[in-house]
C-alpha cells in the first residue's frame, strides 16, 4: 500500500473531509489532495467523483468554497480535489505568472526542459491518484466520474476523452474547451509541449474529439456573465465539433453567472445529483 | 440616504452576493460587510437575518465558506455577514494577538483609551448596521433574527438578551457562552472595558441572563470534538442559567464535530429553516 500522510480530518455533513499528502512518483514531489468520504464509506465501496480545480488554485479553494459535500453525503459519492500542479522548493516555477507554472500544470504531461521532470499532472490524475486512492479508502473505482472549472474543466474534459472506459460521466464549470487558441493557455502548451503544435492536440477536448475521440454523457455549465468567456472559454466551439458526433452534449448559459466559486457552488448539487445518476446506473 | 459603496456582486443560487463598505460614524473608520439577496428581494422585502462571525473573521469567511446560501435563496431570507472588528491604518491593534484588537472586536463598546473610539461594535451592529440595511436593500427591519459562531455566538445571544423586541430567534454554532470567565475572553473584556467586572456583565450571556434579560427561542449546537469546548465554550453553563428562567433554549451536542466550517456549514441550512420558521411566523 502506498504510504499517505492525514494532514487533517474534520466531521462534515455527515462525513468526513480529510486532507492527505504523499510522495508522487510521477510529479517528483510531495502532493496534496483533499478527500471527502460520504457517510456510506464507513459499510461499503463508495463511487468516485474527481473535481479538478482551475488555474491559481489548490486542492483547498472547492474543499472550502465549492459546496460539494452535502450532496456527496446525500448520494454517497467519495470527492476527491487534487491539487492543480505540482509544488516546493525543487520544482521550477515561473514566479508572478498565474498562468504557468505553480498553479497551471494544465492537466497535460509536460514534454520539455525543465518542466518535464515534475509537470506530469496528466499522468498524476490519470494514473498514479487513482491507484493511491484504491488502496486507501473504500472506493469503487469501477464508478468513476470526473469534473472540473475552467482549466480544471479542459483537465476533466481531456482525460475523459482519452480514457473513456475509465469514466461514467464528465461535466464541467466554465470549461477551457480549446486551449491550444484560449488567450490564456496557448503561451503554457507551447512552454510545457513544445513548438510544435501537433502535440497539443492531444490536451485540446475539441481537437481530441476531431480528432475522433468519444466521451458521454458531457454537461455543462456556463455563466453568460464570465469575464473570460468571449476570448478563454468559448462553449460554443464545444458545441461546433460535436455537432457531427456521437457525443450527448448538454451545454447550459445561466444567465448573468459569472466565474466564481458562487457560480460553481450555486450548480455544484445539479452536477452532483447527474454524476450519481450515471455512477449509480451499474 | 447613507452612503454605500458596492465592492463586488455575484449572481449565487438565484440570488446576489455583494460586498459592501461604508463609512461608519460609531466605529470611526470604513466598515466592510457582506450582504446575500436571495431572489424573493426583487419582488418584496425580505426577512434579514445576521451572522456574527468569530475570532480572526471578516465578512469573506462565513460568504466563502459557510454555505448559507442554498437555503436563504428557498426560504427567502437576506443573509447580512457584518465584520468582527474594526479595521485600518487609523484603527488602534495588538498586532500579532488573534484574542484582541483587529479581528476580535467581541461585539461590544469599548470605554477604554485607546479602543473606545473605533472598538463600538455593539452600537455597530444593533443600531448603526440595521440603519444603513433598511435603507439600502429591500428588506423588512419588522422580521430579523440574530445567530454566530463563537465569539460571533456570544455576539448573537448578548445583542439578542439586550434587545429581545429586534429578534424573532437566534441561534449559535459553538458560542463562548461566559466571556467573563472564558480563557481566550476574559483578558480582552478587561482590555475593553475595564478592571470592574460588573461592566463585564452587560456582554456575557450567562451574567446577562442571570441579571433578569430574557429571550426566546435559542438554538445552540456545539460539536463534541471542538478543542476549545472545556475552556472556552462550555454550553452547560448557558443550560445551567436558563434552567430557572423562561427561556426556551434547545443545546444538541454534534458528535465528533470540531470548531470548523466543516462545522457550520454541516448545520447551517437547519439553522436558516429554524430561523426561517420564525421569521415567517408574524
Not at 487533517?8 to 504523499?22: L, P
Not at 476523452?161 to 493557455?185: G, M, R
Not at 453568460?224 to 466551439?237: A, E, I, K
Amino acid at each position: 500500500m502506498k504510504e499517505l500522510t492525514t494532514i487533517s480530518t474534520s466531521n462534515s455533513h455527515g462525513g468526513v473531509q480529510g486532507v492527505y499528502s504523499h510522495k508522487s512518483d510521477v510529479c517528483n514531489c510531495d502532493m496534496t489532495f483533499a478527500v471527502f468520504l460520504p457517510p456510506q464509506a464507513e459499510h461499503k465501496p463508495c463511487p468516485v467523483l474527481w473535481y479538478l480545480s482551475g488555474l491559481t488554485c489548490s486542492h483547498a479553494n472547492v474543499m472550502e468554497k465549492g459546496e460539494y459535500r452535502q450532496a456527496a453525503a446525500e448520494h454517497g459519492i467519495i470527492i476527491i480535489c487534487p491539487d492543480t500542479s505540482p509544488r516546493g522548493k525543487d520544482v521550477p516555477d515561473d514566479e508572478g505568472n498565474w498562468q504557468f507554472g505553480s498553479g497551471a500544470g494544465f492537466y497535460l504531461d509536460a514534454t520539455i526542459e525543465p518542466w518535464k521532470k515534475n509537470y506530469q499532472m496528466y499522468s498524476y490524475i490519470a494514473r498514479e491518484l487513482p491507484e493511491l486512492i484504491s488502496a486507501n479508502f473504500n472506493a469503487d473505482m469501477q464508478r468513476q466520474s470526473i469534473f472540473g472549472h475552467s482549466m480544471g474543466g479542459h483537465g476533466a474534459l481531456t482525460i475523459a476523452l482519452k480514457n473513456p472506459e475509465c469514466y461514467k460521466s464528465c461535466s464541467a464549470f466554465a470549461p477551457i474547451v480549446q486551449p491550444s487558441t484560449a488567450d490564456w493557455s496557448s503561451s503554457p502548451l507551447r512552454r510545457y509541449l513544445g513548438e510544435n503544435e501537433t502535440a497539443w492536440r492531444e490536451y485540446d477536448a475539441c481537437h481530441l474529439i476531431e480528432d475522433g475521440n468519444l466521451f458521454s454523457p458531457v454537461l455543462v455549465d456556463q455563466g453568460s456573465g464570465d469575464d473570460f468567456l468571449d476570448n478563454g472559454l468559448r462553449p460554443w466551439l464545444l458545441e461546433e465539433v460535436c455537432n457531427d458526433k456521437d457525443i450527448e452534449l448538454t451545454v447550459r448559459m445561466q444567465k448573468d453567472y459569472d466565474h466564481s466559486y458562487f457560480f460553481i457552488s450555486t450548480f455544484m448539487a445539479e452536477h452532483i445529483t447527474w454524476h450519481a445518476r450515471h455512477l449509480n446506473n451499474l
